[in-house]
């Protein structure tokens, strides 16, 4: 699994937050019209990044525990939802998502803006199910979004650039065919908080996991059921999600 560094962990709070406000909605409303869900207010983020959706679930009343391996994450996650974390109400501490283990249990486990394609292999993916599936209660769920072997022919390959009083960001993606993987290298300069310019440079990587081989894992990891929804409706199943983008995994254990 990746793990990002202060100033690009300054720009991904900055920048890519709008995913995580725009999908938690709808997820809440998926999992609160459960029999569980409206009973139990927890929700476990693994891979929470810099805790925006975890805000989103703990405005509505959510005790959440968010997970990430990159401790510059977790800071601004921890800043981002300060009173909650001093009152107990959240609580984010670093780990792999391909194998971890949390206290406590939980009836909704997430896993957003196709963070699972950054394990590198399908040993990994199912570590992630198993670890997910240990600490979601009976009848929980576990939603989480994938992008698609066409969405990353679609969208990984290309340079674009942006730049403005905050950041200027240059970003290469390739996607490439022999290792079913995209590859996006970003890089520039990202003001701080202190009002001077720190440069950054990652290289993400999107692995491939077909998505049948992504339901059978489940199963294998103890899920009961799974099914593929687009983004703009999670309740409705897919019968060609390959088709899509991105599409969302619920599953339940």
């Known amino acids: 699994m990746q793990a990002y560094g202060e100033a690009f962990a300054h720009v991904y709070n900055l920048r ?10 709808r997820i809440e409303a998926l999992y609160s019209a459960t029999d569980l869900g409206k009973q139990e207010r927890s929700l476990l983020d693994v891979c929470c990044g810099t805790g925006q959706l975890a805000a989103c679930f703990l405005e509505r009343g959510f005790r959440v525990t968010g997970i990430d391996l990159s401790e510059a994450m977790l800071a601004h996650a921890r800043r981002n939802n300060a009173s909650q974390v001093n009152s107990g109400q959240a609580f984010f501490r670093r780990a792999d998502a ?5 206290v406590g249990r939980f009836g909704l486990a997430v896993s957003t803006f196709d963070a699972l394609n950054h394990l590198p292999d399908e040993q990994a993916l199912a570590g992630c199910f198993r670890s997910v599936h240990a ?6 769920l576990f939603i989480f979004d994938l992008n698609t072997e066409s969405g990353l022919r679609r969208n990984w390959n290309g340079l674009s650039v942006t730049d403005d009083e905050e ?3 240059v970003t290469r993606g390739a996607y490439i065919e022999e290792e079913r993987r995209g590859v996006t290298r970003l890089s520039g300069f990202v003001r701080m908080e202190d009002g001077g310019y720190s440069r950054f440079e990652e290289t ?3 692995v491939v996991f077909p998505l049948e081989k992504v339901r059978s894992l489940l199963h294998e990891c103890g899920w009961s059921r799974a099914y593929f929804a687009r983004p703009a409706d999670l309740a409705a199943p897919i019968t060609d999600p390959e088709a899509e983008p991105r599409v969302f995994v619920v599953a339940q254990r």
């Open 135 to 140: 600490a979601v209660l009976p009848r929980g």
């Open 204 to 206: 993400v990587y999107n």
């Open 16 to 25: 890519w937050g709008g995913f995580a406000r725009q999908v938690a909605p």
């Open 98 to 102: 391909a194998h971890f283990k949390v």
């Open 167 to 169: 950041a200027m960001i």
